[in-house]
């Protein structure tokens, strides 16, 4: 028998439209990333407004297509599989994503995989990294969660009580002016920062909570006692190391050797440097796939459309978006 039948390389199209960015990524079953195409919403003032990330998705979305195919050097003939975000999600920007890929399969009568948008950031990082079991640290604009796989499912053994990370970070950086998205440039104000300011250290059991923080952060910069430099320099100070202690308790908790870092807000060097130093320490491997996959991006959700290709549907009339699915929501019957 040709085992080359059996093994049949396919190739997947995935689409992510949670949040700020609509993009495309075009993935084989190998593993082989072929386009990574995308483009995010920016404001210089305000932050995400659901209309508008909508309007955004639907400008760019024909073009971010063409680019992703381009780029692949492939038409659409020589897709296999298509999938999409299915949640969690911004409900307005999450349905761009449901009804261009509904069109896009009617057109070709492709299979479709709705797939979940956290359990993908971890799956690239294992492709990308060849970490096998690891706890994820997955911190992003709108999820702050510790993951790792135990029984059937990635078990969430700590997240935020309140809101993401990255949107905690975004409304500081917002308050005082910096527009959307606000990580990267408090991070290149910390870097200048000296003085620690203490701020409120709110890490509860297993879980974190950031609304409490920012309280505080925005009344120590309406004081004007307090320049903006210090006060991002210990934002960062505090709110990572309780990340890296959250995530440290998990590891002790399940045993697990490896640490794997996922979402947006893990570009950030200096969360990178306090999670290296905590894994040195216990003798683990530390892991991080490259910026372009650590934001949303459609590489993502292509890979994990090729992990969960049995389960692809033909008939699309019942396929939603799932705007508040969670990661533990998910069986996984793909491993
Ligand atoms: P999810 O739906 O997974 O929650 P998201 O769309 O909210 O995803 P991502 O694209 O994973 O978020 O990440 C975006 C967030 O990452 C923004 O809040 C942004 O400010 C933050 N971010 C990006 N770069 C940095 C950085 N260098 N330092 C800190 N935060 C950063
Ligand atoms: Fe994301």
């Given at each position: 028998m040709n085992s080359g039948i059996l093994m049949k390389e396919i190739i997947c199209l995935g689409i992510e439209s949670t949040a700020h960015t609509f993009g495309i990524g075009i993935v084989t079953s190998k593993g082989k990333v072929l386009a990574n195409s995308m483009d995010s919403f920016k404001t210089k003032t305000g932050g995400l407004i659901p209309n508008e990330l909508a309007d955004h998705h639907n400008k760019v979305k024909d073009k971010i297509l063409k680019n992703a195919l381009e780029n692949a050097k492939?038409?659409?003939?020589?897709?296999?599989l298509v999938s999409f975000s299915q949640g969690p999600g911004i409900a307005p920007a999450l349905l761009v994503g449901l009804k261009f890929v509904k069109k896009l399969c009617l057109k070709t009568n492709l299979p479709i995989a709705g797939v979940n948008h956290c359990c993908a950031h971890l799956e690239i990082g294992k492709l990308l990294?060849?970490?096998?079991d690891p706890v994820l640290l997955y911190a992003s604009g709108a999820n702050t969660q510790i993951i790792a796989y135990e029984a059937g499912k990635y078990r969430i053994f700590g997240e935020t009580l309140d809101q993401g990370i990255g949107n905690f970070i975004d409304a500081f950086a917002r308050y005082i002016g910096l527009g959307f998205p606000g990580g990267p440039k408090i991070e290149q104000l910390a870097l200048k920062g000296r003085n620690y300011i203490e701020l409120p250290y709110v890490v509860k059991g297993m879980d974190i909570s950031f609304s409490g923080i920012l309280t505080d952060l925005k009344r120590k910069y309406d004081s004007k006692k307090y320049n903006s430099i210090d006060l991002c320099f210990s934002l960062q100070e505090t709110v990572f190391a309780m990340l890296t202690e959250v995530s440290e308790r998990a590891m002790a908790h399940t045993g697990k050797k490896e640490l794997l870092l996922g979402g947006g807000v893990a570009c950030n060097k200096r969360l990178r440097e306090m999670c290296n130093i905590m894994c040195k320490e216990r003798k683990a491997k530390f892991f991080i796939p490259e910026n372009q996959y650590l934001i949303d991006n459609g590489v993502n959700i292509a890979w994990l459309g090729i992990l969960m290709k049995k389960t692809?549907?033909?008939?699309?009339?019942?396929i939603d978006i799932k705007p508040y699915e969670r990661t533990d929501d998910i069986k996984i019957n793909w491993k």
């Open positions: 492939i038409k659409l003939k020589d897709i296999d990294t060849k970490s096998k692809a549907k033909k008939n699309y009339k019942g």
